[in-house]
């Protein structure tokens, strides 16, 4: 985390076939379209402070148990 990121490979992630858990909070993330392998279950995007509500809906993550988004200034969530 803090590590200024803005912007991430949207198959970064596939390759680690056993990762569980991704940390990527206090960052610069405005678009997350990223995929992950099914055994996510934890994923941080708090402390991104620019990051597009319709990035994280759209988050490809069938086993995703935890989502962390605050202080992502999000004024409100979608009723669906």
Not at 20 to 25: F, K
Not at 36 to 64: K, M, Q, V
Request: include cysteine.
């Amino acid at each position: 985390n803090s590590n200024l990121l803005t912007r991430i490979p949207g198959d970064y992630f596939l390759s680690f076939h056993s990762l569980q858990s991704v940390d990527l909070s206090s960052n610069r993330i405005t678009k997350f379209n990223c995929r992950f392998p099914d055994g996510l279950t934890t994923l941080d995007l708090s402390y991104n402070n620019c990051i597009e509500l319709e990035s994280i809906w759209s988050i490809d993550a069938p086993n995703l148990k935890v989502l962390k988004i605050g202080f992502c200034g999000l004024k409100n969530l979608p009723d669906d």
